[in-house]
């Protein structure tokens, strides 16, 4: 090979590192060169970064530290949407000792647990009769008294929402509530007999009326079903309940109370009773 053939082959091989030809025209170009300064084609795309611009450990920080922030922020929205979950059970309870005290004034006495047939069968709760009071007229004129609240005939009123008597805050089957009254002995409510106010000797504020249920004591709306005393006093820190340390209650005035699932025994006995002869003072 001559000395000058040698040169160019020499300098073939550097300017191939150097330059970049045309695909149209053949032209020899600078490398790197979008356009042909030949024939103005383009001729190389824009570059593509070959790496990410943040590493591997960067990009797994940053995951890390957003599942913590959401891991953080997740109990607060809980919280802020118990509150006014909260707050609506609790007047769903003024509501219902609203309604109870109304019908007391046109009927003279709290109304019975639950009416019976002439054999003494349970046929509707207390809910169903308090419905004219709590903005449920129409309903209660649907619903056949002289039949149970399971039959045939009232099936289409049991399907009815009633809202007074749902927890927001609880998780129960559809058309269930955990409003339920005190049904005892010497309790507020008496099976198939209404209760006279005046027979409270222990004071209205200090004598449990209705209270919110743990959730799998549930019952059907329009039931004959309510809480004995066993219930009320089995409620504790591993009962379901709806709301963290507690439950509802009406009391006979109207009120309501939050009674702590650690109560005392002998305090919630005392506030089940009508006419035991015991003063609870502040629980």
Known sequence: ????????????????????????CGAINAAGSR???????????????????????????????????I??????????????RRSQCKNNLKQIALALHNYESDFHSLPPAYTVDVDGRPLHSWRTLILPYVD????YNRIDLSKPWDDPANSDAFKTSVPVFDCPSDR????????LAIVAANGCFRPAKPRLLSEIADGCSETLMVIEAPSDRSVPWMSPQDADESLVMGIGSESKLAHAGGSHAA?????????????????????????????VGDF
């Open 251 to 279: 009391m006979c005035d109207g009120t309501v109370r939050f009674l702590s699932s650690s109560l005392p025994a002998a305090t919630r006995r005392a506030v089940i009773s009508i006419a035991g002869g015991d003063r």
């Open 71 to 84: 891991a953080l922020l997740l109990p607060s929205v809980h919280r802020g949407r118990e509150a006014p």
């Open 172 to 179: 129960y089957p559809k058309g269930h509530t955990t409003y």
């Open 1 to 24: 090979m001559s000395a000058l053939n040698e040169d160019q082959h020499s300098q073939g091989k550097s300017a191939t590192a150097e330059t970049l030809p045309c695909p149209m």
């Open 136 to 139: 449920q007229l129409p309903l």
């Open 35 to 69: 356009k042909c300064l030949s024939c103005g084609q383009f001729i190389a795309a824009a570059d593509v970064p070959k790496t990410w611009p943040f590493g591997c450990g960067t990009v797994l920080l940053l995951l890390g530290t957003g599942a913590v922030l």
